[in-house]
């Protein structure tokens, strides 16, 4: 069996060399930090979360659970440390992001089938079987490369980070603790806003200094993870019908709704350190101290980390991928992650965990699998390898990208919910079928 090459050792890149390990293939796993550290990483841990520590909603009958527990029926690496190092977040799967990638990083280490290899990869080889699972902090010099095998300009967003304030250092005479409407008992923090106080700390925000893109003139927004103050400019009650809306959420004092809340989620098991829900920003530093300490209850608040923005890379995936996400002109390379054009976490992992099998397939003489069409992961690849590709933008896994029900069944289940859980409960059907058909290894098997 031929030796794979994995490039990136994010949330993508450690699945996909997980995935081809446990599958018979020897692996070599490309991770540039520490030698060359990124704008947004902290540590040398592979599968390091930098942004929010929370993999979205775990509710049943929800797209993304669907995604997850494909993910976890097939056996998936980060669904296992995920489970390993799970923290109280209501409805959603929240991890303790040290201890998660601390988990990850020993697995990988510890797998007889997978190299490490400390470097930056600046050269591919198109005859040797790669993964490019760079992520959306890809190097400069990758991104050349990568431009050269796949002929087209690359794409670009910008992407921000949320700040995080230590526990001790909220006012919970003024915070409270709640999930909205009980959903999680009291998983969340929640800073209440009266009318006068949201009005001050809006008219603060859109006023406040951003600190410049110096890369790019064209600005490309996310849409699903716009800057809070990108947003605030939408209008004064944009922000209390996102991020900071109340509804759900009642004031111990009063049992009423506040005006707006800004919600707090646990970051770690100690418990020590709380991040903002949705306020991802590129505001100068001091301006968000400044901003910070306006929200009831963070009057006095410890910053442990500020919010920050940062380039995120894709490729413009339709052009170059197959649903396999092999590469249409090499069949030795392949893609996965954000690089791909998904968004998120689990979507990331998603990617890596069919490029993973495909290219164990690949090395071994076997034929290279899709993913069933009902199922998330289908749907992510059959976006990024057939959507129309005159405005490609990354996306997380949705019910819209999802194969529509029969049309009998959408007739019999009119309510929405009831509909989304029977569409769930039959991909679900589908996916087991299917991973039965291609014979999903487990590593007790291998060794």
């Known amino acids: 069996m031929k030796e794979i090459n994995i490039i990136g050792g994010g949330l993508a890149g450690v699945e996909a060399a997980w995935q081809a390990a446990t599958g018979g293939a020897r692996v070599k796993l490309f991770e540039m930090r520490p030698v060359q550290q990124t704008p947004a990483h902290r540590t040398d841990k592979l599968a390091e979360i930098v942004c929010s520590n929370s993999l979205k909603t775990d509710e049943a009958g929800t797209a993304p659970y669907l995604l997850k527990e494909e993910l976890r029926r097939g056996k998936s690496l980060a669904m296992e440390a995920a489970a390993a190092t799970k923290i109280p977040a209501g409805a959603a799967l929240a991890v303790d992001r040290g201890k998660f990638s601390e988990y990850i990083t020993e697995r990988i280490e510890n797998h007889p089938n997978i190299e490490i290899v400390r470097a930056e990869a600046k050269k591919i080889s198109p005859d040797e079987i790669t993964v490019i699972a760079t992520g959306p902090l890809t190097s400069d010099a990758l991104t050349l490369e990568i431009m ?34 009980g959903k999680g008992g009291d998983d969340y923090v929640n800073c209440p806003f009266n009318k006068e106080q949201y009005e001050t700390f809006y008219n603060a925000l859109v006023e406040a200094k951003s600190v410049p893109l110096k890369r790019f003139e064209d600005t490309k927004w996310f849409e699903a993870c716009l800057p809070i103050e990108e947003l605030a400019r939408r209008g004064v009650d944009t922000l209390r019908f996102g991020c900071m809306k109340p509804k759900g959420l009642y004031e111990p004092q009063t049992g009423r709704e506040p005006y707006a809340a800004v919600q707090l989620r646990q970051e770690n098991l100690m418990a020590d350190a709380y991040s903002l829900v949705g306020f991802q920003n590129h505001l100068r530093y001091g301006e968000q101290k400044r901003i910070l300490q306006l929200v009831p209850g963070l009057e006095n608040c410890d910053v442990l980390q500020y919010g920050q923005i940062h380039r995120n890379t894709f490729i413009n995936s339709p052009k170059v991928l197959n649903a396999t996400l092999q590469t249409k002109k090499n069949a030795n390379l392949f893609f996965a992650g954000q690089i791909t054009g998904v968004e998120g976490y689990v979507e990331s992992v998603g990617t890596g965990w069919l490029a993973g099998l495909n290219a164990a397939r690949l090395a071994s003489g076997e034929s290279l699998i899709t993913a069933p069409t009902s199922s998330a992961i289908g749907a992510l690849c059959r976006y990024v390898s057939n959507v129309e590709t005159k405005n490609f933008q990354p996306v997380n896994i949705t019910f819209g990208l999802l194969k529509e029900l029969p049309l009998e069944l959408r007739k019999k289940y009119r309510n929405k919910r009831e509909r989304h859980q029977i569409q769930v409960g039959l991909a679900l059907e589908e996916w087991n079928k299917w991973l039965s058909e291609i014979e999903i290894k487990s590593f007790a098997q291998i060794v």
Do not use: C
């Open 148 to 181: 050269k095998l796949t002929g087209d300009d690359q794409l670009y967003f910008y992407d921000a980070i949320a700040p995080i304030v230590a526990a001790d250092s909220i006012d919970m005479s003024i915070a409270f603790k709640a999930a909205r409407y």
